[in-house]
Structures are given as structure tokens and as C-alpha cells.
């Protein structure tokens, strides 16, 4: 029995292992969409390239698979067009933070209204195991032959350090509050980066599941998301890596503050231009 | 018959921008043609710029290297025009270092403005100094000082008008002691012809298009269009972004068009080259895409400010696999109202990439022109789709062309993949479906061939010459005939450069020989002319020093070109 008849999809090839951590994201991602009463024709999920941006092929939602590390200026681009679309870009880790790295930081800096959900799990799949971004030093891999020895980046340090508006970190191995972070991100009004750790069991045998339960923690019920400097020093911690809502604000989103929305919502596809006055103006020249 | 070229010269900073927004406006409006365009240095203090403006009683559009009167704004920018200085020419200015056979007529323009109360206002001094020339008195153009300056402050303005009047007392006084004038009394009524640059008409075109978002990375010279739209964007519902990076600017333009957004970016060939790979995603995912690409001279970072035509072989072949596209390349200031215009329209119809290359001669020069008609392409109506549940991204049609569908807009699902792709619009890897996809993406040509225009014709109809040329070249080509009424030489300017239809090649079949012109230095359409159309080409006349052609450069080629080939 389908457990979530608006998105669920019958007779699809998944190209996923049996036991990565994906399938667990795109179950969470459904039950948060379900729980909050979102249609499939609400939804614009816009993705880049790799094993994780392949999940809006696996359930009904309208999709924009694009370019590896592209989906976020896409993602944008959609919300600039039709605000009242609910959009999600969603990819790796290679993708949102390596080929896409920069559009990362000005994503941030719009404050768009979108939810960035990531894949993290710290190894490049789709290419078998080189390292990403995010691998940890002494990670071993064919092309890091004597492991990595680059610095991890530390992707909800940026976030914070950005003062992007929403900031979260999920770990697959828990579905019930990895959905509960997503239903937040989506409600929140701004960017909202939701950074997701998830085993790949196939080319990162060293971050697995029994790591992530081992290293990873829930935030203290009495962490202060609005409190940016604690949350940053959250972030920073090594030893055991935190899990929750880091931070939090509220500030008007990048489409709030366009000219065009504040009279009204109407999306750029019903406005037209008034030929008449650019025929004025153009007479005037 | 008047026709003066007047040349400003000075460094940058002293307003010679300035000098020719307001002079050409009001040279028009007193009823002479004009025509203005500059050249200048990637530099924002110093260095040597100037400008050249063309006063008419007949319609000129086109560089002269002939300078009838020189008015230097400062000493040392001199050596920077000497090559086009000749015994006629008439210098005024900061003169005084001159070693110069020509008549020279030593006026401290900066002295007069510090006299005022400060150097800035030199450049009104100039102006005015110059308006003593057209009678062009106080009453008419003090109106145009106080709009320009007046939006900056009311002093400013006032400041500015008292400059204009000095400078044009100076004028008068000039013309009572010196037989030098150039006064015509104006003939013709130019109040329902427009004046314009480039940048303007591209970005009235894409408006008139529907363009209601632009999402760009600074560039010169591409970035005058961002610029116009942005200042439009109070009156018209346009949304204006500056992009991280050019990547970021093609993407979220594909990410708009997708959800039923109308987009333009505007990039030179830097940004383009970084934008190759989302120009094979708008080919792949059939998401339509309008592109200014403004050329300056490259490779790499090349002469930032100076102007080219080398980036058609980087228009044709740009993105990787196989995928439908136009580029279109405007000569004037209505083909870049219209071909903006046409770019949103084939753009959305076809779901396909349109390319619009101008370069920084054509954006940058102020033409007069007819005025443009918004209303005549009212036709180009969205073209998109209210989906139903059943609906299919890419469902395989006869033309090609699947019915566009965005995502809030009916009961449909939206899906597009770079990957290729079902029907549905889902990842696969079957290739029986691969080679579907393939066809259907290149079938959108036959139908889109049909949409391209002939090329213009001008000159000679019964040629034995035929010159081919394309986008700003044309009304230097067009000016070089006039100049040779006996010639047997006929011209082909593509406007519209790719596809190209096989209907022209008569043209070629008719001449006894053929010359490109083009500004850059390989003869990228001669090469596009043989390898689509098998067409054979003489010669070539190559210009890629970053300067743009001039009228005397193209006379005197095609002199010598006739008189060759009539000898032998
Ligand atoms: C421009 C470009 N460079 C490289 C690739 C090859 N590529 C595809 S996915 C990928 C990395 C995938 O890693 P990640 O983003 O972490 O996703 P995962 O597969 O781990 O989910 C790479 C390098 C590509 N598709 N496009
Ligand atoms: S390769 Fe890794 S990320 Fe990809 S499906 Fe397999 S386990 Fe998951
Ligand atoms: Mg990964």
C-alpha cells in the first residue's frame, strides 16, 4: 500500500544501492511534504547531478534536473518567476559545495525562500569514491592515495558565519527528526540549509552508520537558535558533531524585497508589459 | 552639403560621456542628423579618450577617421588622434604644446570652469562653447542641462548652465574673430525620428520581447544593456539581478524561463565562455534562452573596452553536443529593437537558445533611427501551455516541438533533466529513446529555418562585386558606397547569421567576386558561408586592431579592390 499516494511512485527503476542513506531522505522528504498537506503541482524540486540530486526523479513532483553544481541559481531563478512555488534544490556534497561552492555563499547572501537540502556523505558517489569537499583528513580514496589532507569544509560554519537565515543538520539514521527538521526548513521564510549526514555504504566505508551514531548529537533542548554566536561555536565542534536547528532569524526573503511582490504575488508568467507606454517611451528618445 | 565630424578628446573623468549624451540630443532636436560614438581606454582616471560626434543635414550611422574640428580637453591626450588629424583639420583646446602645422586656436577650457568654481565643469563649457556654433541658444538647451543634471542637484545643474553659457559666449567670440564656422541652418524635422545607442535598443527590444527578468555579471561592454533594464525596471515589471558569476546569472535565467519567466542575460566572451555549459543545458532540458553577447577583442581578457567581431565561431560552437540555436547579429538600431524582440519569440517557441551578438562599437555609438514599432510583434504571445494530468515535458511531435508546459500552471508535473531524458522528462539510458530525443531537438530546425530572414541588400543591383558582411558593419559599408556611386559593388549584411538559409546562395552565384568585411581577423562568416553553403569568397577585409571600421578605410579597400580586378 502506497504510504503517501500523492508522491509515491510505482514502477521506477531506482538507481540507488539497497541501504543508502537516500532512501531514508527521500522518505523523509515525502512524510514532511504529506504532513504539511503539500501537492506535487506546489512543488519545484531543482536539482544538480550525482546520486542524491537523482530524488525528484523518485517521486511526483515538478523538476528541474540540471547541471551538476547549478541548482541553486536555478532554484532562484524559479522562485524570482513564480513566488508561490515551494522550492527545494537538492544535491550532494560535491555538488552544493564544490562544483557549486560559490552559488552556495550568494544563495545565502539572497536570503531566497527556498529549502537547500544536502546529501552529505562525504565522498563523491556517483563517480565511485573520490573525495568531496567534506571528506575528513586521512580519508583514503583512489586518487587520495595517502588520504586527504585538505580541511573539511564546514558547511553550517559558513551558514552561521553568513547569517543565513535558517541553519540545520540532520543525520539520516533518525527519519523521524530528520522529517521534522525539513517540515521546519520548509516552513521557514528565507533560505533555509538543511544539511543531511548519509552513509554512503558503497564507497565511504569509513563515515557509516554506526560513525554517525557514534559521533553524532542531538542539540540541547535549551540551545538558543537565536543566539548566532553560540550556535557558531555549535558548528565548530569536532569531537561530537551537533544535530538540530542551529540558527534561526527572521528577515524578509530576497523575493519579499523585489519591487515587483510587494503589490502582489502574481508570478512573472500572468504580467504583461503595457506595449502602449514602452511605444511612448520610445518615442520620447 | 553639411557634414562635420567633430572629435573630443581628453581623459577619462573629464565628462566626455557626457558631452556626447547631451550634444547629440540636442543637435538632433535642432533638427540635424547626428551620429556619436567613442572610443576609449580601460581606465577610469587618466589615459586618452575621445568621441566623435557627426553633425548632418543627411543621415550619417557611421565612424569617419576624417576630424574636421579636434577640441582637445586636455593637453596631453594629442598624440592619441594624430594619425587622423589632416592639414584641414581645426584644432581648438588645450592647444598650447602643439607642434602641429594646423590651425590652432588655443582655448583654456579647464581655466574658464576652475573660474566657476571647479574642473568638472569643463566638459559644459565645451559643450556650450560648441552650441555657439549651431546657434543653439540658452533657451533651447538649457532645459536639457536642468533635466540631466538637475535629478543629481538643483546647484549642479545651475552650475552646469552658467558653464554652457560662458563656453558658448566663448563660441560667439570665437566665431567674430576667426573664419571658421560650420553653421548650416538646419533643413530637416527630425522630431519623429529617435536617438538611441545600441545598448538601449537591445534592451527596449527585449522589453518589447516581454523580458521580465535579467540576470547578468558585470562586463564590458555588455553591461550597458543591464544597466537600461535595470533603470526600466520601475516602469515595467522587470526583475533585475547581479549574479555571482555568469554561471549563476544563464542559470537562474534557465530557472525563470522554466517556471514561465521571459529571460535575458547579457555577457561578452569571457562570460559567454564560462556560460557554454548551460548553453548545452537550455539546448538539452529545451528550456529557452536569449543571450546579448556584447564582443570585445579577445582571447582572454583582450581589450576590454575596444570592439570585434570575434566571437561568431564562439556563438556557433559553444556548448557541448549536438542542439538547435540562433544567432542573430543587429546592424542597426531597428534590427536590434526587432531581433531582441524576435529572440524572445523564437527563444519560446522553439524552447531552444537565441543569441543576439553585438560588440562594443554598436552598443556604445547613438544613431539616429525611425522610430521603433513596439506594437508590431504583439503576435509574439507566451508560449506556453496549461498542462493536464496526463501531461509530457517532451512529448515527440511531428515539428519537434513539444507543447511547454510550467510547473503552477495546470495538473500537470513539469520535469526536465539535463540527463537525457523520457518523454515524461525522467533520466534514462535507453538508446532507442536517445536517438528519438536527438532527432526531435534537431527536427526544431527545418521549421525554425523558415523563420530566418534573407539578408538585407544594398547597393548596386546589377553587381560584379558582392561584399558580404554582418552585424555593426553595416552602416559603414552603406556610407562607403554612397561614396563610390559608380562602383559595381552590391552588399549582403546577415543580420540574422545562423541558421543561414540556402536561398542566398544566387547572391554569390551572380558576382564575379566576393569580399567579407569583418572586424576581426580570421573571416569567421566566410568560413560559416563555405562550410554551410559551399560559397567561395575572393577576399577578405579584416580589421581586429579593437578599433572599428571607418568609411574612408572601406572606400579606399574597395577602390583599390575594383581597380585591381579591373586590371586584371
Ligand atoms: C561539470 C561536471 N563535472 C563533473 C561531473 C561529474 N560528476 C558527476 S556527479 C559528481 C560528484 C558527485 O558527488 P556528490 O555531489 O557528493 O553527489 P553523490 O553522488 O555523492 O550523491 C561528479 C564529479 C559532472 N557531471 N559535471
Ligand atoms: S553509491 Fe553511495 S550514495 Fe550512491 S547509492 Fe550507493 S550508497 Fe548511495
Ligand atoms: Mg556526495
Redesign the pocket.
Known amino acids: 500500500m502506497a504510504k503517501h499516494p500523492l508522491f509515491d511512485k510505482t514502477n521506477i527503476d531506482i538507481a540507488w544501492c539497497p541501504g543508502c542513506g537516500?532512501f531514508g531522505i527521500l522518505e523523509s522528504i515525502k512524510q514532511a511534504l504529506d504532513e504539511l498537506s503539500i501537492k506535487p503541482t506546489q512543488l519545484v524540486v531543482v536539482s544538480?547531478?550525482?546520486?542524491?540530486?537523482k530524488t525528484p526523479h523518485y517521486f511526483n513532483t515538478h523538476m528541474f534536473n540540471g547541471?551538476?553544481?547549478r541548482a541553486l541559481p536555478v532554484a532562484t531563478g524559479v522562485k524570482i518567476a513564480n513566488p508561490n512555488l515551494l522550492v527545494i534544490a537538492e544535491?550532494?556534497?560535491?555538488?552544493?559545495y564544490?562544483?557549486g561552492g560559490n552559488h552556495f555563499l550568494h544563495t545565502i547572501r539572497r536570503n531566497i525562500n527556498i529549502v537547500h537540502i544536502v546529501?552529505n556523505?562525504m565522498?563523491?558517489?556517483?563517480?565511485k569514491g573520490?573525495a568531496?569537499p567534506t571528506s575528513e583528513i586521512g580519508f583514503k580514496t583512489s586518487i587520495q592515495t595517502e588520504g586527504v589532507i585538505a580541511e573539511p569544509l564546514n558547511p553550517i560554519a559558513i551558514a552561521i558565519a553568513q547569517d543565513a537565515s535558517f541553519v540545520a543538520r540532520a543525520y539520516i539514521g533518525d527519519m523521524e527528526k530528520t522529517k521534522d527538521t525539513i517540515k521546519a526548513a520548509i516552513q521557514h521564510e528565507g533560505y533555509a540549509l538543511v544539511d543531511i549526514f548519509q552513509p554512503?555504504i558503497a564507497f565511504n566505508k569509513v563515515n557509516t552508520y554506526q560513525w554517525f551514531k557514534e559521533r553524532t548529537y542531538y542539540l540541547p533542548s535549551d540551545h538558543n537558535r537565536a543566539d548566532r554566536v553560540s550556535a557558531f561555536s555549535k558548528a565548530i565542534e569536532k569531537d561530537k558533531l551537533p544535530l538540530g536547528i542551529f540558527y534561526q532569524k527572521k528577515v524578509d526573503s530576497f523575493e519579499k524585497k523585489q519591487k515587483i511582490y510587494q503589490v502582489s504575488w502574481e508570478p512573472l508568467y500572468q504580467r504583461h508589459h503595457d506595449l502602449g507606454k514602452l511605444k511612448k517611451l520610445i518615442e520620447e528618445k | 552639403m553639411l557634414d562635420i565630424s567633430l572629435v573630443f578628446c581628453g581623459s577619462a573623468g573629464q565628462g566626455l560621456q557626457t558631452i556626447e549624451y547631451i550634444l547629440t540630443q540636442l543637435i538632433k532636436k535642432a533638427g540635424y542628423y547626428t551620429f556619436a560614438t567613442k572610443e576609449y581606454m580601460s581606465r577610469i582616471h587618466g589615459g586618452s579618450n575621445s568621441s566623435e560626434i557627426r553633425i548632418s543635414d543627411h543621415i550619417v550611422s557611421a565612424f569617419v577617421s576624417r576630424i574636421d574640428m579636434l577640441i582637445l580637453l586636455s593637453t596631453d591626450t594629442f598624440p592619441h588622434l594624430v594619425d587622423r588629424v589632416s592639414p584641414d583639420t581645426v584644432i581648438v583646446g588645450a592647444c598650447h604644446d602643439l607642434s602641429s602645422p594646423n590651425k590652432k586656436y588655443m582655448i583654456d577650457f579647464e581655466k574658464i570652469a576652475l573660474e566657476i568654481g571647479s574642473k568638472r565643469y569643463t566638459n559644459s563649457v565645451v559643450m556650450g562653447f560648441i552650441l555657439a556654433f549651431l546657434k543653439i541658444e540658452a533657451s533651447f538647451y538649457e532645459p536639457f542641462f536642468t533635466q540631466y543634471y538637475g535629478a543629481k542637484s538643483k546647484e549642479l545643474a545651475e552650475k552646469n548652465i552658467v558653464a554652457a553659457q560662458i563656453g558658448y559666449k566663448a563660441g560667439v567670440a570665437f566665431l567674430n574673430t576667426n573664419s571658421i564656422s560650420f553653421y548650416a541652418k538646419p533643413s530637416v524635422d527630425l522630431n519623429h525620428k529617435i536617438l538611441l545607442n545600441g545598448s538601449e535598443a537591445l534592451a527596449l527590444g527585449a522589453i518589447a520581447g516581454g523580458c521580465n527578468f535579467i540576470a547578468a555579471y558585470p562586463m564590458s561592454p555588455s553591461t550597458g544593456v543591464l544597466t537600461q533594464l535595470a533603470s526600466l525596471s520601475h516602469e515595467f515589471d522587470i526583475v533585475v539581478e547581479q549574479a555571482e558569476d555568469e554561471i549563476a546569472a544563464i542559470n537562474m535565467g534557465l530557472g525563470a524561463w522554466y517556471a514561465g519567466g521571459r529571460a535575458l542575460v547579457t555577457t561578452s566572451g569571457g562570460g559567454f565562455a564560462l556560460m557554454c555549459?548551460s548553453l548545452s543545458l537550455s539546448g538539452m532540458t529545451e528550456t529557452p534562452m536569449v543571450i546579448n553577447l556584447a564582443q570585445r577583442p579577445g582571447p582572454a581578457t583582450g581589450l576590454p573596452t575596444r570592439t570585434e567581431q570575434g566571437d561568431l565561431n564562439l556563438a556557433l560552437f559553444a556548448g557541448h553536443g549536438e542542439f538547435p540555436r540562433v544567432i542573430l547579429a543587429p546592424g542597426t538600431i531597428d534590427q536590434a529593437f526587432s531581433l531582441m524582440q524576435k529572440a524572445f519569440y523564437l527563444a519560446d517557441k522553439y524552447q531552444i537558445p537565441v543569441i543576439v551578438l553585438s560588440d562594443q562599437f554598436f552598443v556604445d555609438s547613438y544613431f539616429v533611427s525611425q522610430p521603433l514599432d513596439a506594437l508590431s510583434m504583439a503576435i509574439y504571445d507566451q508560449h506556453i501551455v496549461k498542462t493536464d494530468a496526463t501531461y509530457q515535458r517532451y512529448q515527440l511531435t511531428a515539428d519537434g516541438i513539444s507543447p511547454r508546459g510550467i510547473p503552477g500552471f495546470g495538473d500537470g508535473l513539469v520535469c526536465v533533466d539535463s540527463d537525457e531524458h523520457t518523454e515524461a522528462g525522467y533520466i534514462t539510458e535507453d538508446f532507442e529513446v536517445r536517438t528519438k530525443m536527438v532527432q526531435k531537438r534537431l527536427k526544431k530546425f527545418e521549421l525554425l529555418q523558415t523563420e530566418i530572414a534573407v539578408p538585407d541588400f544594398f547597393g548596386k543591383k546589377d553587381y560584379k562585386t558582392l561584399i558580404v558582411c554582418w552585424g555593426s558593419n553595416y552602416f559603414v559599408i552603406k556610407e562607403a558606397l554612397d561614396l563610390l556611386p559608380h562602383a559595381e559593388i552590391g552588399c549582403l549584411h546577415f543580420s540574422q547569421v545562423y541558421p543561414l538559409s540556402r536561398e542566398i546562395i544566387p547572391y554569390f552565384t551572380r558576382a564575379q567576386k566576393t569580399i567579407v568585411i569583418e572586424n576581426n581577423a580570421t573571416g569567421q562568416l566566410a568560413q560559416l558561408l563555405k562550410q554551410q553553403l559551399n560559397v567561395h569568397i575572393n577576399a577578405t577585409l579584416l580589421k581586429y586592431n579593437g578599433l572599428p571600421f571607418t568609411v574612408e578605410e572601406i572606400v579606399i579597400a574597395l577602390k583599390k579592390y575594383t581597380q585591381d580586378h579591373e586590371n586584371g
Open positions: 537516500n544538480g547531478i550525482g546520486q542524491a540530486p547541471l551538476h553544481g544535491g550532494g556534497d560535491g555538488d552544493m564544490g562544483e546529501h556523505n565522498v563523491y558517489g556517483l563517480t573520490q568531496s554512503c | 555549459e
